[in-house]
C-alpha cells in the first residue's frame, strides 16, 4: 500500500475552494484513487475519476480536468514538474510503506560489488527513505553519493524514466532502489556504469548491465534497418510534459540537409497502430524517449531516438540514451515534502 495524505489533499483544496477535482492516477494506484473520492465526497466535494492512463508527471490531464469544469486536479503517485497548466494541480507522490533497509542488509555483499563510492538513486515511491539508506550504507563502510538532479526532478536522488540526472556522479557503481526493470535499465543505459538494482518488496538485487547491453545492441538493429530509409515521420507529443518541437524541429532539418524526406508529426498517444496509413519508411520519436526504446517490437517499421538520428546520419559514433533535460537545480532543498499545488510546492 502507498500513503496518501489525505488530510493535507483536502487542506489544499480548501484553500483553492475547490468544490469539483479530476483524480487521476497511475495504474498501481486505482484502489487508492477510488478511496481518495469516497473520502472527499464525505467532505462535500465532488470526485470525478478519470479512467485514462497515465505516464507520469509528464503527463497530466488538467485539459481534461478543465472541460470537466474541475476547480484542481489531483495527481496521484508522482512528484511536482514545472508545467504550465490550466487548472491548479495537487501533485501527490505517494509513498510506498515499505522499509527498505532489509533489503539492503540481505544483499550486502552485491553491494560490496560495485565498490566504495556508489551513487544512491530512487523513484518518488521511495525517496522519503533515502537518507536512511544512505545512513545505512555509510554504518557499513560505503561513501554515498546523492545527487541534486535538475530541475526535472523533484528531490536529489529523484530518477525518473526520462531522466537520469541525479546518477551522474563520479562514483564507482549505481544502487537503485525500487521495483521492476524499467527506471534501473534506463539508469544503467544513460549513465553506463555498473548498476545494482534492488527491489525492497522482493529483497531481489539484479545487475542492469547486461540487460543494458542487450537492449543497446537491439538499438543498434533499429539504426541498422533505418539505414536505407527515405522518408522520416518525425513525431513530438502534445503531453504537456513530453512536448520538444524546437528538437523535433532539429531533427527534421537534419534529415532533410542529408537527403533525406521528414515531416513533422504530433501526437498524445504515440503508438504505431494509429501510424499505419502514412507513406513513411520510417519514425522518431521526439517525445517520451522510452517509447522507442520500450515499445518498439510493436512498430512494424523502425523507430528511432533524435541521438539515433545522429548516429544514422553519421554525426556520432557512441551510444547515447536520450533524455528529456531540465535546468542545474541551485540548491538540494527538495521541491516539497508530498503535496505540490500548481506553480510551486506547498
Not at 533535460?325 to 515534502?337: A, I, M, S
Request: aromatic share 8%; glycine share 10%.
Amino acid at each position: 500500500m502507498h500513503e496518501v495524505p489525505v488530510g493535507e489533499i483536502l487542506v489544499r483544496l480548501r484553500e483553492l475552494n475547490a468544490e469539483r477535482v479530476l483524480i487521476q492516477t497511475p495504474e498501481g494506484l486505482k484502489s487508492e484513487a477510488q478511496a481518495l473520492a469516497d473520502f472527499l465526497e464525505g467532505k462535500g466535494i465532488e470526485a470525478i475519476i478519470s479512467g485514462d492512463i497515465n505516464y507520469g508527471a509528464c503527463d497530466p490531464a488538467d485539459t481534461e480536468a478543465r472541460r470537466l469544469g474541475c476547480d484542481a486536479l489531483i495527481h496521484l503517485g508522482h512528484s511536482y514538474m514545472m508545467l504550465h497548466l490550466e487548472v491548479p494541480t495537487v501533485f501527490v507522490p505517494a509513498f510506498a510503506g515499505i522499509d527498505v533497509v532489509p533489503a539492503l542488509e540481505r544483499n550486502i555483499d552485491e553491494i560490496k560489488k560495485l565498490g566504495g563510492r556508489i551513487a544512491l538513486v530512487t523513484t518518488a515511491q521511495h525517496i522519503h527513505q533515502l537518507e536512511r539508506a544512505k545512513a545505512f550504507l555509510e554504518e557499513n563502510g560505503f561513501e554515498v553519493l546523492i545527487g541534486k538532479g535538475d530541475s526535472r526532478v523533484s528531490w536529489p536522488g529523484q530518477v525518473l524514466g526520462c531522466n537520469f540526472s541525479a546518477a551522474k556522479l563520479d562514483a564507482d557503481g549505481i544502487l537503485f532502489i525500487g521495483a521492476g526493470y524499467f527506471h534501473p535499465i534506463g539508469v544503467a543505459m544513460a549513465v553506463k556504469k555498473p548498476t545494482l538494482a534492488i527491489n525492497p518488496y522482493s529483497g531481489d538485487a539484479v545487475w542492469m548491465d547486461d540487460e543494458a547491453e542487450r537492449l543497446i545492441r537491439k538499438r543498434w538493429a533499429q539504426i541498422g534497418r533505418a539505414m536505407n530509409a527515405e522518408r522520416f515521420g518525425v513525431i513530438t507529443s502534445t503531453k504537456k510534459g513530453q512536448l520538444r518541437l524546437a528538437e523535433a524541429k532539429r531533427v527534421v532539418k537534419l534529415l532533410r540537409e542529408h537527403g533525406r524526406y521528414a515531416k513533422l508529426m504530433a501526437m498524445n498517444h504515440i503508438n504505431y497502430s494509429a501510424l499505419e496509413g502514412f507513406d513513411f519508411d520510417a519514425y522518431v520519436v521526439v517525445a517520451c524517449p522510452r517509447v522507442p526504446i520500450d515499445d518498439y517490437e510493436n512498430w512494424r517499421k523502425p523507430v528511432l531516438t533524435p541521438r539515433e538520428v545522429e548516429i544514422l546520419l553519421g554525426l556520432r559514433d557512441d551510444y547515447e540514451f536520450d533524455e528529456i533535460l531540465g535546468v542545474e537545480r541551485k540548491t538540494d532543498e527538495p521541491l516539497g515534502v508530498a503535496v505540490h499545488g500548481i506553480g510551486g510546492p506547498l
